[in-house]
C-alpha cells in the first residue's frame, strides 16, 4: 500500500529550468544598463560556460562572470545583476499547473509528502516557502543533508526514515530517470516519471508510471491501494 508520495522539486512542482532563464535574461540586461561593456548573447554564453562548470545551482555565477569579463568584481553591476535576478526569479517561480490541488487531495487522502532534493538545502527550502508549500510536506531530505546525490540510495533512504516507512510503502515522482526514478527503484520504491517537467526529451524511463499531468498521481495512489485491498 501507498501510504507516501516523495517528491523532486525542480523540474517536478516548479518549472525550475524556466524560472533560472527568466532570471538570467533580466540580469544581464540590469548589469549592462550598469556599465558593463557587453553584449547580451557573449555574456549569456559565458553565464552559461560557468553554470555547465559549476553546476546549475551555483550561488556565485555573476561573481565569476564578472572575474572573466573585468579582471575584477564591480558591486554596482554585480548587486544590479543580483537583484534583477531576484525579482525575475520570485516572478517566474510559480508550480506546474494543479499543484495545489493535487497536493491537497493527498492530504485529504492522509496520504504523506516528502521532498527529495538534489538543490542546497537553503535554496530548497526558499523555493518551497516562496510557493508557500512549506508547511505541507512531512519530510524533506535535500544534498546537505546527506552529502550524496541521487541515484545513490542515501538520500531515498533518510527521507523513507524520517517518514517512518518501508520502501514499497511510497511512490517517488521525479523527472530526471537517471537520477530519480533509478535511485528509487533500485531500493524498491514504486516510480511515476514527470514527462511534464521532463527536459532531456527523455525516451526510456523505466518507471512504473508515467505523468503527463501531476494530477494523474490521484487516480495512481487509488489504484495501487485498491490492489493491495
Avoid: C
Avoid at 19 to 38: C, F, T, V, W, Y
Avoid at 123 to 148: C, K, P
Amino acid at each position: 500500500m501507498i501510504k507516501a508520495v516523495i517528491f523532486d522539486l525542480d523540474n517536478t512542482l516548479v518549472d525550475f529550468m524556466k524560472m533560472k532563464r527568466r532570471a538570467i535574461e533580466e540580469a544581464i540586461p540590469a548589469m549592462i544598463d550598469s556599465g558593463l561593456s557587453i553584449s547580451f548573447e557573449d555574456a549569456d554564453k559565458i553565464i552559461d560556460e560557468i553554470y555547465k562548470e559549476q553546476g546549475i545551482e551555483y550561488q556565485q555565477v555573476f561573481d565569476v562572470f564578472l572575474q572573466r569579463v573585468l579582471k575584477k568584481i564591480d558591486y554596482k553591476i554585480l548587486s544590479a545583476g543580483i537583484v534583477a535576478y531576484r525579482k525575475a526569479r520570485e516572478a517566474a517561480l510559480i508550480p506546474y499547473p494543479h499543484v495545489y490541488p493535487t497536493l491537497h487531495k493527498l492530504m485529504k487522502m492522509g496520504i504523506k509528502m516528502g521532498i527529495l532534493s538534489d538543490a542546497p538545502v537553503k535554496e530548497a527550502w526558499l523555493r518551497l516557502a516562496y510557493l508557500n508549500l512549506h508547511h505541507i510536506f512531512d519530510a524533506v531530505i535535500t544534498f546537505e543533508d546527506t552529502g550524496v546525490r541521487k541515484p545513490n540510495p542515501a538520500p531515498f533512504l533518510a527521507v523513507l526514515g524520517k517518514l517512518n516507512l518501508k520502501a514499497d510503502e511510497a511512490l517517488m515522482v521525479g523527472d530526471w530517470a537517471e537520477r530519480d526514478i533509478v535511485g528509487a527503484k533500485n531500493i524498491g520504491m514504486k516510480t511515476a516519471f514527470a514527462r511534464y517537467g521532463d527536459t532531456f526529451n527523455t525516451l526510456k524511463h523505466n518507471a512504473d508510471y508515467e505523468l503527463n499531468d501531476i494530477s494523474e498521481l490521484i487516480d495512481i495512489i487509488i489504484k495501487e491501494n485498491y490492489l493491495e485491498s
